[in-house]
């Protein structure tokens, strides 16, 4: 075995243990919301019965003249807890079940060797309004829970003047091949580190897009100059939108262009804490995973 042929078998086994490390998560993941899930629904089986029965004694010694007071209240109590316990199975059974069918791929964190494969396709794509597209006339599309966050996004910044455009939305992974193939081309063996890698499985959730400006029309770094970025940086988190890769961030390039849609209540809390989402541990972004799209 060549030095060579022994240096890429290390790295290969390194991606492979990250990759099925992060791939058991989702599992685990998975599998924990479907556990939790069965057990309060059978919590709330047994909660049903016991008030069944609680109303029954009440109503068979509610009448009873030998009870005395006390006992009558003692009753009409066990039942009063009980419902409200039923209450709060309730809630918490709809809150699971919202859990299981929510994509916990969308406010996953990808990289070089944890990404989304040819077999994802996100639930629904819609349009996006054609006036906010560049150049005019491309279709793109947007994941369709959050496309509305979008459109106000889009919608404000013009009205406060600081007019946007998308370059580039959903891209799905044969598109995002052909991409990387093109840089690769253009840029030589030094692609990776500019073409996408990362950034790659967040167009692939239709959830993530490039912006540009009218003057500034297409994904580059002299967008970070234009007043329309200095907007979406005091602005985009009220709509659920992050930067991905911030200036100086630790784990890939500056893209001023690119954001993704995280949700209100993440977005909000990584700009009131001045954080950034690939710095956050995984199971700590996945607590806003039941509320994306409130
Ligand atoms: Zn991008």
């Avoid at 070089?112 to 639930?123: A, D, G, I, R």
């Avoid at 950034?199 to 580059?220: I, N, R, W």
């Amino acid at each position: 075995m060549s030095h060579n042929t022994k240096l890429l078998t290390i790295y290969a086994s390194i991606a492979g243990v990250i990759l099925l490390a992060g791939l058991g998560y989702s599992i685990y993941q998975y599998k924990e919301t479907a556990k939790k899930l069965g057990d309060t629904q059978s919590r709330l089986t047994l909660s049903i019965e016991k008030i069944v029965e609680l109303e029954k004694q009440n109503e068979e010694l509610g009448g009873t003249l030998s009870l005395t007071q006390s006992e009558k209240e003692e009753l009409g109590g066990a039942l009063a807890k009980q419902k409200e316990e039923n209450e709060e199975l309730e809630e918490e059974k709809d809150m699971y079940e919202k859990l299981a069918k929510t994509d916990k791929q969308l406010l996953a964190k990808y990289s070089k060797v944890y990404f989304l494969n040819e077999n994802y396709f996100p639930t629904k794509l819609d349009d996006i309004d054609e006036k906010y597209v560049l150049p005019v006339g491309k279709k793109l599309e947007f994941l369709d829970p959050a496309l509305p966050y979008l459109e106000d996004l889009l919608e404000d910044a013009e009205e406060d003047g600081m007019p946007l455009r998308i370059v580039s939305s959903y891209r799905s992974f044969e598109e995002q091949q052909s991409l990387k193939s093109s840089y690769k081309v253009m840029y030589g063996s030094g692609a990776n580190t500019f073409s996408a890698d990362q950034g790659y499985s967040e167009h692939q959730l239709g959830t993530t897009v490039d912006f540009a400006t009218p003057q500034v029309p297409g994904a580059m770094g002299a967008f970070a100059n234009t007043a329309s970025f200095t907007w979406l940086q005091e602005n985009a988190h009220k709509y659920g939108f992050i930067l991905s890769y911030p200036k100086s961030n630790s784990y890939y390039i500056y893209e001023p262009w690119h954001w993704r849609f995280v949700g209100e209540d993440l977005a909000r809390d990584l700009y009131k804490d001045k954080k950034n989402f690939y710095d956050m541990d995984q199971r700590e972004i996945d607590e806003y995973l039941i509320k994306i799209f409130d």
